[in-house]
């Protein structure tokens, strides 16, 4: 019963059906995003009122394809695919491979007619023939009055290769989905925090006690006051509240700290600080106006609130100046950095904080995912090599030549040891 269990397992057929599941989950994954909120969900995915709907928000959630990568069913279908490979490797390419690597003489003639070609010789051609085959680097086997010559062996133990690749991919993965863990959050300037807000982990996830600080950010320009890269300044502190590491990162350039890799992935501005004439400091914030390409921020700092007015401030681009407005919308010019105004009384534009978006991310499985995937290159690669067999058996004063390849006839009519049988 055992057996059959094992054998059913390494069959080709059921592997094709697992990666078919696989690939059609993957698919739905992609389709539908990853990680949200419920809320989410709802908004982007409602019941239908008229018909049936198969994908909305409660089935979403119900059958976890919100985070389908880390569900135990779709792990469930990794195991299974990696197990049968796993058992076809073992109980099949294993032995074949111990069959190969024999010495394998056909003495009767009945065992040529299998092969893919089988030609008499003519006896003048047989010394041109040992003579071209010890020029490709053939090994030759001689028992009486039959020979046997084998090339490219790796061609055979390829496949065993790319199992393998695949298995520790299937492994990687399952790796990062019980013990990695993302997690994202706004940090202001100045801002002293550690890793919370987690928005995926698995079931073995240990969220280290990590303490970090965004020190600065600032933004580099193009010509024409274009964004050329977003910078942050980004400190680990320990207990103690003292720097033990200190980076500035970028987009796509992250801060690497005890296998923990922190991304800059947002960039706003928030407030503006003011200094009254009494040496008060005020912060205002900014709200964002229009769509995310307008980069467009305004605040309204209230004179008398009873008549409603004041003035408007608008920050309509990213070089720390203000376009100042009235209440009723009557430009009254522009202001810059550490620059005084008169409202009600002197006021001192100080400064515009800015806050960015840090998401912080454990991947265990990555360092053995991209070695996998090397090795899949490399074992796909060495795949394609021909494992070559001729054997050449004299009998009843006639010359027997057959051959055989793990790849095509093609290739074997092509080579010129075929070509002198002609």
């Known amino acids: ?12 057929r059921f592997a094709i059906i697992m990666l078919t599941l696989i690939s059609l989950c993957s698919i739905i994954g992609t389709l539908i995003e990853q990680e949200q909120s419920i809320a989410f969900y709802k908004l982007n995915y409602p019941f239908s009122k008229i018909g049936f709907q198969l994908i909305n928000w409660s089935n979403i959630l119900y059958f976890n394809f919100d985070h389908i990568y880390t569900t135990g069913w779709f792990l469930s279908l990794l195991v299974l695919f990696g197990f049968s490979l796993l058992t076809c490797t073992l109980i099949q390419q294993f032995p074949s491979l111990k069959i190969v690597r024999r010495c394998q003489f056909f003495r009767i003639i009945k065992q040529f007619n299998v092969l893919f070609t089988s030609k008499t010789l003519v006896s003048s051609f047989f010394p041109q023939i040992i003579t071209s085959l010890k020029k490709q680097n053939y090994t030759l086997f001689q028992q009486k009055n039959t020979l046997y010559f084998y090339k490219g062996l790796i061609g055979k133990i390829a496949p065993i290769f790319v199992h393998f690749s695949i298995i520790l991919i299937l492994t990687s993965t399952l790796i990062s989905a019980i013990n990695g863990f993302k997690a994202q959050q706004i940090l202001e300037k100045l801002e002293v925090n550690h890793i919370q807000n987690v928005l995926s982990d698995g079931k073995f996830t240990y969220i280290p006690n990590i303490t970090y600080r965004i020190n600065d950010s600032w933004i580099n320009y193009k010509n024409e006051q274009l964004i050329s890269q977003f910078y942050s300044n980004f400190s680990i502190l320990n207990k103690f509240g003292i720097e033990v590491k200190n980076q500035t990162n970028f987009i796509n350039f992250p801060f690497i700290y005890r296998k923990l890799y922190y991304y800059q992935t947002d960039w706003n501005l928030t407030k503006i600080r003011l200094i009254f004439e009494s040496n008060q400091l005020f912060e205002f914030p900014l709200l964002k106006s229009g769509s995310t390409d307008d980069k467009i921020w305004l605040t309204w700092i209230v004179s ?18 203000l376009s100042v407005y009235n209440n009723q919308g009557m430009f009254l010019g522009n202001l810059e950095l550490n620059e005084k105004f008169i409202f009600q009384s002197t006021v001192t534009f100080l400064e515009v904080l800015n806050s960015i978006g840090l998401q912080v991310k454990n991947d265990p499985g990555t360092l053995l995912l991209y070695d996998s995937f090397l090795f899949l290159l490399v074992s796909i690669f060495l795949s394609y090599i021909n494992y070559t067999q001729i054997w050449i058996l004299y009998k009843n004063s006639v010359f027997l030549l057959g051959t055989t390849n793990n790849r095509t006839v093609v290739d074997l009519k092509r080579s010129y040891l075929v070509y002198l049988s002609l």
């Open 304 to 321: 008398n609130l009873k008549k409603k007015t004041g003035i408007l401030l608008i920050l309509d681009n990213l070089l720390t100046y």
């Open 1 to 12: 019963m055992k057996k059959k269990i094992f054998h059913y397992l390494a069959d080709l």
